[in-house]
C-alpha cells in the first residue's frame, strides 16, 4: 500500500503531491501487473479464416514468442467482412492483455476507405509491433508484348484504361498495390475485382486480364512454368526465389515498395509494462533463425519494430490512403 501523507501546505503544493502520490500509485499497480502477466493463455485474435498466409504469419510468430513469454498463445481465427469482425471484436475487448490482434494493411485501409467502420485504427488500438511483410509480384499473361516493367509503363500510357488488372477484390493488397503503382506513374488501368486471388489467378492464365500484382507463393509455379511473366517485385531487395527479376525500384520507379504487412495489436488502454513485455517476446521471436526462416519459406520478411516505429508505420499507412482518396485515384467502398 502507499500511503502520502500531507501536511498543512498552500492549496496548489497539495495539488502537486496529489498528483505525485496517483502516479506513484499507478506506476506500483503497473509494475506489478507486469509482474504476474501473463496468468493464462492470450488469444491472438486472427481476422481471417484459417490457412491464409496472414493466419501463418500469426501462428509462426506466436508460437516463436511462447517461449519467451512463458505461455502458450491461442490462435482465435474470426474473419468476416473483410477483416473487419476480428478487429471490431479485439477494440472492445478488456485492454488486460489476454485479447491480441493481428492487424493486417486491410485493418487501416478499410477505416480509410469505409464509412460504416466502427474502430479507429490509431486511437483504439496499442500497437505491440511488427510481424513483417509479403512483397508481390508483378506478372503478366505471356501475349502481352511487354518484356520489361518500363516496357509495360510505356504501354499502359498508350493505350489508357485498357489493360485490366484482377484483384482478391476492393481493398485487398493485389488491388491497393496497382493504385500506388498508378499513381506514381501516372497511368490509368482497368480493375477487375475477384472473390479471391485464385480466381483472378484462372483469368490472368486464360489471358481473360492482362496482369496481376500477386503474392509470390502463389505466381511462383506459374512463373517457372512460363505460363506467367514475372516483371518486377515490390520489395525493397530482390528476392531469394526470384534472384533474376528486379525490384520495381530498380527497373523503373525509384523508391516503390508495397505489398500486405501484419503486425500484432492490443485494445487502447492496455498497460505500458505488458506492451513492452509483449513486444519483447515477439521480437525476440523474429529474430531467431528459425522463425525467419520459417516466415522466408513463404515469401515474408520478418521486420521486428518498437512499439513506437509500429506506431509511425500505422500512421504513415493510414496517410497514404487518405492521400490517394483526397487525390481522386481510390474511391470509398461502401
Not at 113 to 120: E, N
Not at 216 to 239: D, E
Not at 254 to 270: D, R, S, V
Amino acid at each position: 500500500m502507499i500511503i502520502c501523507a500531507v501536511r498543512p501546505l498552500p492549496r496548489s503544493s497539495i495539488v502537486r503531491r496529489s498528483y505525485r502520490c496517483i502516479s506513484l500509485a499507478l506506476l506500483t499497480a503497473s509494475a506489478a501487473i507486469a509482474q504476474t502477466y501473463p496468468a493464462r493463455a492470450p488469444r491472438l485474435v486472427v481476422p481471417y479464416v484459417a490457412g491464409g498466409i496472414a493466419d501463418y504469419m500469426a501462428r509462426v510468430t506466436a508460437e516463436g514468442a511462447q517461449e519467451s513469454l512463458g505461455t502458450q498463445i491461442v490462435i482465435d481465427n474470426r474473419g468476416g467482412a473483410g477483416g473487419n469482425v476480428g478487429i471490431e471484436h479485439v477494440a472492445k475487448s478488456p485492454p488486460d492483455g489476454y485479447t491480441l490482434g493481428l492487424g493486417c494493411l486491410g485493418y487501416v485501409s478499410n477505416a480509410v476507405l469505409q464509412s460504416k467502420i466502427t474502430y479507429d485504427p490509431v486511437k483504439d488500438f496499442v500497437p505491440i509491433g511488427m510481424i513483417g511483410s509479403t512483397p508481390q509480384v508483378v506478372v503478366v499473361h505471356p501475349s502481352l508484348p511487354v518484356k520489361t516493367l518500363k516496357e509495360f509503363i510505356a504501354l499502359a500510357k498508350q493505350r489508357p484504361n485498357e489493360l485490366q488488372f484482377g484483384s482478391s477484390g476492393p481493398g485487398g493488397g493485389s488491388h491497393l498495390s496497382v493504385e500506388l503503382f498508378k499513381a506514381a506513374t501516372d497511368t490509368q488501368m482497368m480493375h477487375i475485382p475477384y472473390k479471391g486471388t485464385a480466381q483472378a489467378i484462372l483469368d490472368l492464365l486464360a489471358g481473360r486480364i492482362q496482369f496481376m500484382f500477386d503474392f509470390i507463393n502463389t505466381s511462383l509455379p506459374q512463373i517457372q512454368a512460363g505460363k506467367l511473366r514475372a516483371l518486377a517485385v515490390t520489395s525493397a531487395k530482390r528476392l531469394e526465389a526470384l534472384p533474376d527479376v528486379p525490384t520495381v525500384s530498380e527497373a523503373a520507379v525509384k523508391g516503390f515498395e508495397a505489398g500486405t504487412w501484419c503486425g500484432i495489436i492490443a485494445p487502447a488502454g492496455l498497460a505500458q509494462p505488458i506492451a513492452d513485455r509483449l513486444n519483447a517476446s515477439f521480437v525476440k521471436a523474429l529474430e531467431t533463425a528459425a522463425v525467419k526462416s520459417r516466415l522466408s519459406s513463404q515469401a515474408i520478411v520478418a521486420t521486428p519494430m518498437t512499439q513506437q516505429q509500429f506506431a509511425a508505420f500505422i500512421r504513415a499507412d493510414a496517410e497514404r490512403w487518405k492521400k490517394l482518396l483526397r487525390e481522386g485515384r481510390l474511391q470509398m467502398l461502401d
